[in-house]
């Protein structure tokens, strides 16, 4: 009973650190913002945690920190590992192969999701006749073009489309993507989860 209540506790303790550390990873993302003492404490609370991902040269492209995600990843397994043995007082390795099966899944679904509203917003932007040369939406291309370069050039096999036609097959191909991925995750899932041992 103690060790439940302890397990169900480190549960509820990981999810609210992980909470403050998606504060923190949004804090960063808007400069001007300053919230003094409380920003402080935030800061010392969970950057050690985040710094130990920020240093793994894995996370990280010339553009982009991926590390905030995989440190949210982990702290979302331990949470799973901690609510498992707090309601089922065992843990097999099928069980331990599918949370890092998740995990992973969850960290690569973020990141498709985040593309997609960027190729969505993309295609608003064009369509409606936006100011194509505004910063975000060359910041947004930036993201975007390097991947739809790679989908189109599979796709249609070298030969040149429209930017539109690009961004529309690109968006698809995201959306079959992320379905296909998400359930073939869930049914590799299930299967390491029945694992006996």
Not at 55 to 60: E, G, P
Not at 146 to 171: C, D, E, H, K, S
């Amino acid at each position: 009973m103690i060790l439940t209540t302890l397990l169900r506790i480190l549960g509820a303790l990981s999810s609210l650190y992980m909470v403050l550390c998606s504060l923190r990873v949004f804090m960063t993302w808007i400069p001007g913002i300053h919230l003094g003492r409380a920003e402080r404490i935030l800061a010392a609370l969970v950057d050690p945690f985040l710094d130990i991902f920020s240093r793994i040269k894995l996370f990280r492209t010339e553009r982009f920190d991926f590390s905030p995600i995989a440190a949210l990843a982990v702290l979302s397994v331990l949470n799973r590992v901690f609510s498992a043995l707090a309601y089922s007082g065992r843990i097999s390795l099928g069980f331990i192969l599918g949370l890092l099966l998740g995990a992973a899944w969850s960290a690569l679904s973020f990141v498709l999701s985040f593309l997609l509203a960027c190729a969505l917003l993309r295609i608003i932007a064009f369509m409606a006749g936006w100011n194509t040369l505004h910063p975000i939406w060359l910041v947004i291309d930036s993201i975007l073009n390097p991947l739809l370069f790679r989908i189109n050039r599979i796709l249609y096999r070298g030969r040149a489309v429209q930017y539109r036609q690009g961004l529309f097959t690109g968006l698809v191909a995201l959306i079959l993507l992320r379905m296909a991925g998400g359930a073939l995750v869930g049914i590799l899932n299930r299967l390491l989860i029945s694992l006996p041992f």
